[in-house]
């Protein structure tokens, strides 16, 4: 590998090559040893003499030291080895079968320059002094004699233990190489590659003779739907340079919002539920942009910087739609223009500011009646979203209070949560009646069959004629598209959702397809819509990347989405949950662990798996930090 080709290597630095070498040696020290316990057991072998005689070196006469000494010794030449193949011979193992010609070649050089001057040098006399201690009987002629008639098999024996070794060492690092190693940057199109040969063949194809055949793939959104399409497509597309991609969100990030009521809390903090989408973009180009612009006709995607609002046309030969959805307000500009929300990042660290702001400033209220507005918190809606959040800031606000607090009554603490329909959480059944029932035993009072008609001068107006005096308003009572979703030329539901066929795709435009709250999408079993969750949009986005690959591949089949609501789940408080998980219900402790298990595992990174199970264990022995932030983050205005 020449020069030019090593400077293309990104993501890839000394210290991570020797620890894939560490790996993959310690590993393999472990298995080159079965081979040789196998044959003491079944054959003519000694194994445990041999570490007996190794432990000998460093005057023990315990085999397990021999045992330590012989994995150190491992690692340390795998190190050695490693480092000499990656730096000065450029070998690059990101493939399996370059990764066994690596481990067998490891094999061989550690065998021939370390194994036999070691036995040599240093065991064989060693040897003949443990032999004789193990058998009396014989005398140190007979011992050497029988060491030297054994000479060829051990040494046979060995070898076959340090191709093993190196097999191991080699299959091991490939794979980390492979997944966190070498990649080949194209810095024109800011895409990798972890083949040189496909690096050469995109810009051969694609910048100096550009190849007619390239088929462009363009997403809009950085959600479930987006990120799910882009990761199924970039496996599948990983070596294919005639398919460009790119990705269009508005945020640099996928944000996990099932988790954003206890970043508004506290519990976890906001980057950790939060991935830099650039993470997942290892074969597409992303633009951090709006986009204001679609014109299915010409296959043109007008989007907009967020900085300068300068402007720049995407064109696309296939159109993923996964751009999610907003608040929807139902045309009440007051609501809109003095509530909450909590739909996004900003959002929660809003919210969070906000209650902190309202703690404080109660603290200081002398007059019942004003610090009892300070501390009353209405939030609508009583779906997943209204139902989490208040749970969470029923939670905050009373136990903060009681801790860091102390002059605010705790009888001047209102949570309120009202909902439109007949039952809060209607989805999941019964367990609607108890969720109800556990945040009423909490301090929530609820309202059912009752919407909020308007907010003026510190007033919540609900439809019951009641009014409700506060400063907080969190709305979670609907979601609607974008507008550029609503603009375009194409059949809609008059939700404004995309309708979609049973192949997601839309009717009039089999190039474009659409998925996750944007779409209208029905099971053709049972002729109902498929609910706007994440479950659904992150199994959508597997059909979309099938279909799409079939199309680009020139396969005719089209895969219908049929797909079978695993259950629903909700935490509606501190060690308390619901779910209805494949018809069986949980309720309690047991279905807040459930909760917890399951939505750390849909966490798209180990690291933030880490972080926020750490947030999780912190949060069960201390109290939640009240640090405001409004020093760093700007509040969204709310008349008062």
């Known amino acids: 590998m020449g020069s030019t080709h090593s400077q293309l290597i990104v993501n890839f630095s000394l210290r991570k090559e020797i620890f894939f070498v560490v790996i993959g040696s310690v590993v393999g020290a472990f298995t080159m040893h079965l081979p040789r316990i196998f044959l003491d057991l079944f054959g003519n072998s000694s194994y445990n003499v041999m570490l007996l005689v190794m432990a000998k070196v460093v005057n023990s006469s315990q085999p397990e030291v021999g045992l330590v000494l012989h994995f150190f010794v491992a690692t340390i030449i795998g190190i050695i080895t490693g480092i000499f193949l990656h730096r000065v011979l450029r070998f690059n193992i990101s493939k399996i079968p370059k990764g066994l010609v690596y481990g067998v070649i490891s094999g061989v050089?550690?065998?021939?320059?370390?194994?036999?001057?070691?036995?040599?040098?240093?065991?064989?006399?060693?040897?003949?002094?443990?032999?004789?201690?193990?058998?009396?009987?014989?005398?140190?002629?007979?011992?050497?004699?029988?060491?030297?008639?054994?000479?060829?098999?051990?040494?046979?024996?060995?070898?076959?233990?340090?191709?093993?070794?190196?097999?191991?060492?080699?299959?091991?690092?490939?794979?980390?190489?492979?997944?966190?190693?070498?990649?080949?940057?194209?810095?024109?199109?800011?895409?990798?590659?972890s083949n040189i040969k496909t690096y050469e063949h995109h810009n051969e194809n694609v910048h100096k003779n550009p190849s007619s055949k390239m088929k462009k793939i363009l997403i809009l959104g950085g959600g479930y739907a987006g990120v799910g399409v882009l990761n199924k497509i970039q496996k599948t597309f990983e070596s294919n340079v005639d398919v460009n991609i790119d990705l269009v969100s508005e945020s640099n990030f996928f944000l996990h919002t099932p988790m954003l009521p206890e970043m508004a809390t506290g519990t976890i903090e906001p980057r950790h539920i939060a991935t830099p989408i650039r993470k997942f973009c290892r074969r597409a180009r992303f633009h951090q942009s709006k986009v204001v612009d679609i014109s299915l006709d010409s296959k043109q995607v007008t989007i907009q910087r967020m900085s300068d609002k300068s402007q720049k046309i995407l064109s696309y030969d296939y159109l993923v739609l996964a751009m999610g959805g907003k608040t929807n307000f139902f045309g009440n500009s007051n609501i809109e223009k003095n509530s909450l929300t909590i739909k996004s990042l900003d959002d929660a660290i809003i919210i969070r500011n906000h209650m902190i702001s309202m703690l404080e400033d109660a603290d200081q209220e002398t007059d019942p009646t004003l610090q009892q507005k300070l501390m009353t918190f209405v939030v609508v809606g009583g779906g997943f979203a209204g139902v989490e959040t208040v749970g969470e800031l029923n939670d905050f606000i009373r136990e903060t209070a009681r801790k860091f607090y102390r002059n605010i009554s705790h009888d001047n603490i209102k949570v309120?949560?009202?909902?439109?329909?007949?039952?809060?959480?209607?989805?999941?059944?019964?367990?609607?009646?108890?969720?109800?029932?556990?945040?009423?035993?909490?301090?929530?009072?609820?309202?059912?069959?009752?919407?909020?008609?308007?907010?003026?001068?510190?007033?919540?107006?609900?439809?019951?004629?009641?009014?409700?005096?506060?400063?907080?308003?969190?709305?979670?009572?609907?979601?609607?598209?974008?507008?550029?979703?609503?603009?375009?030329?194409?059949?809609?539901?008059?939700?404004?959702?995309?309708?979609?066929?049973?192949?997601?795709?839309?009717?009039?435009h089999p190039e474009v397809f659409a998925l996750g709250d944007c779409a209208f999408s029905v099971d053709p079993r049972s002729g109902k819509p498929y609910p706007p969750t994440a479950q659904h949009a992150i199994r959508q986005a597997k059909t979309v990347a099938k279909n799409l690959e079939h199309k680009i591949n020139g396969v005719g089949f089209q895969e219908d989405f049929i797909y079978d609501t695993k259950g629903s789940m909700a935490k509606i408080g501190k060690n308390n949950g619901v779910a209805l998980l494949l018809g069986h219900e949980f309720r309690g402790i047991i279905a807040w662990f459930i909760w917890k298990q399951y939505y750390l595992s849909t966490l798209p990174t180990n690291e933030k798996k880490i972080r926020v199970g750490l947030d999780w264990f912190v949060d069960l022995f201390f109290p939640r930090d009240i640090t405001r932030l409004s020093s760093v983050f700007h509040e969204k205005k709310i008349t008062v």
């Open 416 to 508: 309120i949560l009202v909902s439109a329909g007949e039952k809060i959480l209607p989805e999941i059944g019964n367990l609607g009646e108890y969720s109800k029932q556990a945040l009423q035993k909490a301090g929530v009072t609820i309202y059912t069959n009752t919407r909020l008609e308007d907010i003026s001068n510190d007033i919540a107006v609900l439809n019951n004629g009641e009014k409700i005096s506060t400063m907080t308003v969190i709305w979670a009572g609907g979601n609607t598209v974008d507008d550029v979703i609503q603009k375009i030329d194409t059949k809609h539901h008059q939700s404004g959702r995309l309708v979609v066929d049973k192949q997601l795709k839309l009717e009039d």
């Open 109 to 193: 050089v550690v065998f021939a320059v370390f194994a036999i001057p070691v036995s040599q040098i240093f065991l064989g006399p060693n040897t003949v002094e443990i032999l004789s201690e193990i058998n009396p009987e014989m005398t140190s002629t007979q011992i050497a004699q029988e060491v030297e008639n054994n000479f060829l098999s051990q040494m046979i024996n060995s070898l076959f233990m340090h191709i093993v070794w190196g097999v191991t060492l080699g299959i091991t690092s490939s794979l980390l190489t492979r997944k966190i190693g070498a990649n080949y940057l194209c810095r024109v199109c800011n895409i990798e590659f």
